[in-house]
């Protein structure tokens, strides 16, 4: 048995759990596009590793040994 995770969902969660202290609209909207497109492709990362792992720890496991170059 696994955790199913809807990066949509999850990515929007992230956003709202973690606002941006900037001041100006455009610099609030680049750090919250970039937070959710983060989130977003980490959600979809651990939902690649969850199809191909059965348990659940594994799933966590691989996730932490992979590195994730979500910046690039």
Not at 42 to 62: F, H, M, P, Q
């Amino acid at each position: 048995m696994g955790i199913e995770i809807e990066p949509e969902k999850f990515a929007e969660l992230v956003v709202t759990a973690n606002p941006s202290v900037k001041e100006n609209a455009e610099d609030i909207a680049k750090d919250s596009l970039e937070l959710y497109i983060t989130a977003f492709k980490l959600a979809e990362k651990y939902g690649n590793c969850s199809i191909n792992a059965r348990e659940t720890s594994d799933v966590l496991k691989e996730a932490l040994e992979l590195e994730l170059n979500l910046t690039s």
